[in-house]
């Protein structure tokens, strides 16, 4: 069994009596600039440092099955290359805990946990072979020369690498570097890989390259991969879930589509989906005759069945929202909102359009097959409208999404 499971894992770094005093210092200025701050200016205090320490991960509980492809994916200083090190024993957990299939493993050596790592910089051997790097941890085990050479070479082959076995690493390519790292750590046979942004010193054609690689190889190998990303598009890419995380809490964990398409909060809408997704804020959500309405910049919209429904059986109050429209879902039209295009970034099979609505930047995703691209020039006036069925609406307060 591979399985991974994570109970309530908190990770705190600790720090000095004169970085406390410090961080108390801080914290009475946040207060007294939160206090003066309007409302709305998006002012956040930093909940992340205490009197024990600097809190990288908290609260963290995750069940990953068997073979899953699992995704952290998040900014950076979120915590999910922190969570990956306590994973590999890297790190040490300061409470909560950690189950490798059915071993409680806190305590576990790194060695003995029958894992294996991706590290983002390769982490090669420079005065050894690819066939050496490949085989050093079998060497260490005290395998026989055969085993080694049958475990490398079939590596080698899943990775078609096996012309370059007699190289030195700095003879090689960035992006194959990286199949090289990840032929070491499969070459164990290990119940778990770990690989912590393994693309991100890759320019964007290897990027793309290498996450076909990836996928090619999760299905030749029964073994259970945790992946971390800050890129939302190889997340999207390659995992059987994805687990979001912001300020070391997770966000939301669910299959790709369920994240796109049902984003439990306003960060985790904003985060997953290129090129961003657009937020109307200050959205009053009403009801009229029984059924809701929101209104943005003056115009009321009803709501599809489906949020009339969903809001219906909470008995939704009316409230302030916001409300997210993806690009892709913004659609010309011959009636709706009319604003400036700003920017016009053409993209072959589609442009995207930079509108200014009275002072918002609104992103729209416009097909160009039959497209007179005239009307999408700059400084063009353009009319858009959006299916109502395809918005969020979320809670100004919370920003929990309200469906």
């Given at each position: 069994?591979s399985?991974?499971?994570?109970?309530n894992?908190?990770?705190?770094?600790p720090?000095?009596?004169?970085?406390?005093?410090?961080?108390?210092?801080?914290?009475?200025?946040r207060?007294?600039?939160?206090a003066?701050?309007?409302?709305?200016d998006?002012?956040?205090?930093?909940?992340?440092?205490?009197?024990?320490?600097?809190?990288?991960v908290?609260?963290?509980?995750?069940?990953?099955?068997?073979?899953?492809?699992?995704?952290?994916?998040?900014?950076s200083?979120?915590?999910?290359s922190?969570?990956?090190?306590?994973?590999a024993g890297?790190?040490?957990?300061?409470?909560?805990?950690?189950?490798i299939?059915?071993?409680?493993?806190?305590v576990?050596?790194?060695?003995?946990?029958?894992?294996?790592?991706?590290?983002?910089?390769?982490?090669?051997?420079?005065?050894?072979?690819?066939?050496?790097?490949?085989?050093?941890?079998?060497?260490?085990?005290?395998?026989p020369?055969?085993?080694?050479?049958?475990?490398?070479?079939?590596?080698?082959?899943?990775?078609e690498?096996?012309?370059?076995?007699?190289?030195?690493?700095?003879?090689?390519?960035?992006?194959?570097?990286?199949?090289v790292?990840?032929?070491?750590?499969?070459?164990?046979?290990?119940q778990?890989?770990?690989m912590?942004?393994?693309?991100?010193?890759?320019?964007?054609?290897?990027?793309?390259?290498?996450?076909?690689?990836i996928?090619?190889?999760?299905q030749?190998?029964d073994?259970?991969?945790?992946?971390?990303?800050?890129?939302?598009?190889e997340?999207?890419?390659?995992?059987?879930?994805?687990?979001?995380?912001?300020?070391g809490?997770i966000?939301?964990?669910?299959?790709?589509?369920?994240?796109?398409?049902?984003?439990?909060?306003v960060?985790?809408?904003?985060?997953?989906?290129?090129?961003?997704?657009?937020?109307?804020h200050?959205?009053?959500?009403?009801?009229k005759?029984?059924d809701?309405?929101?209104?943005?910049?003056?115009?009321?919209?009803?709501?599809?069945?489906?949020?009339?429904?969903?809001?219906?059986?909470?008995?939704?109050p009316?409230?302030?929202?916001?409300?997210?429209?993806?690009?892709?879902h913004?659609?010309?039209?011959?009636?709706g909102?009319?604003?400036?295009i700003?920017?016009?970034?053409?993209?072959?099979?589609?442009?995207?359009?930079?509108?200014?609505?009275?002072?918002?930047?609104?992103?729209?995703?416009?097909?160009?097959?039959?497209?007179?691209?005239?009307?999408?020039?700059?400084?063009k006036?353009?009319?858009?409208?959006?299916?109502?069925?395809?918005?969020?609406?979320?809670?100004?307060?919370?920003?929990?999404?309200?469906?």
């Open positions: 069994m399985s991974i499971t994570l109970k894992i908190k990770k705190i770094y720090i000095t009596d004169e970085e406390v005093k410090s961080n108390r210092k801080a914290a009475k200025k207060k007294k600039a939160e003066a701050a309007p409302p709305d998006g002012f956040v205090p930093n909940l992340q440092i205490t009197d024990e320490g600097v809190v990288a908290q609260e963290f509980n995750l069940e990953i099955k068997d073979k899953e492809f699992v995704v952290l994916v998040g900014p200083g979120c915590g999910k922190t969570t990956l090190r306590m994973i890297l790190e040490e957990i300061t409470s909560g805990e950690l189950y299939g059915d071993v409680l493993s806190n576990i050596a790194p060695r003995d946990r029958n894992i294996a790592m991706v590290f983002q910089n390769y982490s090669l051997y420079p005065h050894m072979t690819v066939y050496e790097n490949m085989g050093f941890s079998l060497k260490l085990a005290k395998l020369k055969e085993e080694i050479d049958k475990k490398v070479k079939e590596a080698a082959r899943i990775l690498i096996t012309p370059i076995l007699d190289r030195l690493p700095k003879a090689l390519s960035g992006g194959q570097r990286q199949r790292a990840i032929g070491r750590a499969i070459v164990r046979e290990p778990v890989i770990l912590d942004e393994p693309l991100s010193n890759l320019d964007a054609k290897l990027r793309g390259q290498m996450r076909s690689e996928i090619r190889l999760r030749k190998i073994t259970t991969f945790v992946y971390v990303t800050h890129d939302q598009v997340a999207m890419t390659l995992g059987d879930r994805i687990v979001v995380m912001k300020d809490f966000q939301q964990v669910g299959t790709p589509q369920e994240v796109f398409n049902h984003p439990e909060n960060f985790v809408a904003g985060f997953i989906g290129t090129p961003q997704i657009n937020f109307f200050n959205v009053p959500l009403s009801k005759d029984g809701y309405y929101i209104t943005i910049q003056g115009r009321d919209i009803k709501l599809d069945d489906r949020h009339q429904e969903t809001l219906k059986e909470k008995n939704q009316e409230i302030n929202t916001i409300v997210g429209v993806r690009p892709v913004i659609e010309m039209a011959k009636d909102f009319t604003g400036k700003e920017v016009s970034e053409m993209m072959g099979s589609e442009v995207h359009l930079h509108i200014n609505l009275n002072g918002d930047d609104i992103v729209a995703v416009i097909p160009t097959a039959n497209l007179n691209l005239d009307s999408v020039a700059i400084g006036d353009f009319t858009f409208n959006f299916n109502p069925t395809l918005i969020h609406i979320f809670d100004a307060e919370t920003e929990k999404n309200l469906i």
